[in-house]
Each structure stands twice: as structure tokens, then as C-alpha cells.
Nanobody, 126 residues
Framework: QVQVVESGGGLVQPGESLRLSCTVSGYTSASKYLAIGWFRQAPGKEREGISC????????IYAPSVQGRFTLSRDINEDTVYLQMDNLKPDDTATYYCAAAVSGLCVLHQNFFGSWGRGTHVTVSA
């Protein structure tokens, strides 16, 4: 069973940076491809897909709301994914979730992912 754990949330001021981490474990060695996505949900709003990565480094997708400010990267073993968030804005305040799917593709939609973490909270406030 795939397990997903996020970390790195916190309170920052507008314009500052934060890096979230997501570690995925429990998938079998036969699961060669692992797509990992980041989502966020602000109070009273729907969950929003913000970034997604398939197994290959070239397969990264960003939502327009974070394009140019957020960067998704994967470690060499590809079981840990980082979301570098720069120039944070108050609108970025939300609970951030990491999700995984055994797939060689990446679709930035929550229905695509079957394994989810519990989330880490990010607050951007002066």
C-alpha cells in the first residue's frame, strides 16, 4: 500500500519562500512509474491541482496560479518530491496535499491519484 507524507508547511510573510517535501513509500518495485502531484485547498474553496510530475523529469505540469513561482523537483531515487514555493502571496494560504499514482503519465486532477497524504498547512501573512 502506497503511503504519502508531506512536510515543510509553516507561516511566512508575503514574498518569502517555503519548500514542501513529499515522501512516498510502499509501492512495489514492479511499479516502475510513479506520478506525484501537489494540490492545495483553502478554507471554503475547492481543492486545486497546482503541480504534477510523472516519472521523467520532463513531465511537469503547473497550474497558472503558481507558474513561475513554484518549482517541483524529484530526488534521484524519485521517492521524494519537493515543491519550492517562491514569492508567496496571501492567496497561497492553504493546506497542501501530496498525492501519488502508479502511472507513467501525470494528470493534474485529483481523481487521477489514489494515494494521498494528510496535508501540511501553509499560511502567508504579514
Amino acid at each position: 500500500q502506497v503511503q504519502v507524507v508531506e512536510s515543510g508547511g509553516g507561516l511566512v510573510q508575503p514574498g518569502e519562500s517555503l519548500r514542501l517535501s513529499c515522501t512516498v513509500s510502499g509501492y512495489t518495485s514492479a511499479s516502475k512509474y510513479l506520478a506525484i502531484g501537489w494540490f492545495r485547498q483553502a478554507p471554503g474553496k475547492e481543492r486545486e491541482g497546482i503541480s504534477c510530475s510523472a516519472s521523467t523529469d520532463s513531465d511537469r505540469i503547473y497550474a497558472p496560479s503558481v507558474q513561475g513561482r513554484f518549482t517541483l523537483s524529484r530526488d534521484i531515487n524519485e521517492d521524494t518530491v519537493y515543491l519550492q514555493m517562491d514569492n508567496l502571496k496571501p492567496d497561497d494560504t492553504a493546506t497542501y496535499y501530496c498525492a501519488a499514482a502508479v502511472s507513467g503519465l501525470c494528470v493534474l486532477h485529483q481523481n487521477f491519484f489514489g494515494s494521498w497524504g494528510r496535508g501540511t498547512h501553509v499560511t502567508v501573512s504579514a
